[in-house]
């Protein structure tokens, strides 16, 4: 924004306005490029009085305007939902599952007021039955787990990719 870069996720105001200047953004990149584009939702700790829809509803302006694929992160709505007390089925129920073209998975920190998306814990229950829901919606789709921090033995990472090929089996088959 004017000139100023951030390498970190930052919130943004769920207007129109911002989705049709994200959207013009996300084109201008793919032109460039010449690759499709997918963009991640992320996990946020901030709301303006600004928005006007959302957040389902903001990446889905975005997405469809851009005309992109979008990472579904159900980690990260689950972050979000627990800060800014919204149900995250609805989220997964309301984005355009044919544009999902990766899953991402992940575990967090849970702190007094707040949760932090933190990448460093194994997935829970709550976050598993998102994927579920994700994966019976979309179909059989990429997923990655996501683990930056106190990484645990392969075995423990490994059971957890395997704890996602099962939901994947039980939902669209082997
Ligand atoms: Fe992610």
């Known amino acids: 924004m004017d000139g100023t870069y951030s390498h970190d996720l930052l919130p943004m105001p769920y207007t129109f306005e911002a989705a049709a200047k994200t959207a013009q953004k996300i084109r201008a990149a793919r032109d460039f490029l010449e690759v499709p584009i997918v963009v991640e939702n992320v996990s946020s700790y901030a709301e303006f009085h600004a928005s006007e829809m959302t957040e389902w509803e903001f990446l889905t302006e975005v997405v469809e305007r851009a005309d992109c694929g979008i990472l579904l992160d159900v980690n990260n709505i689950y972050v979000s939902s627990r800060n800014h007390?919204?149900?995250?089925?609805?989220?997964?129920?309301?984005?355009?599952?044919?544009?999902?073209?990766?899953?991402?998975?992940?575990?967090?920190?849970?702190?007094e007021r707040y949760i932090l998306d933190t990448h460093d814990h194994p997935v829970i229950d709550p976050v598993w039955a998102l994927y579920a829901r994700a994966i019976e919606l979309t179909g059989p789709t990429a997923t990655l787990l996501e683990w930056d921090d106190h990484i645990p033995s392969f075995d423990e990472v490994h059971g957890e990719a395997l704890k996602a090929n099962r939901y994947v089996a039980e939902k669209v088959g082997a």
């Open 85 to 111: 007390s919204f149900d995250p089925l609805d989220y997964v129920n309301h984005v355009p599952h044919e544009r999902v073209a990766q899953v991402h998975i992940a575990g967090h920190s849970k702190f």
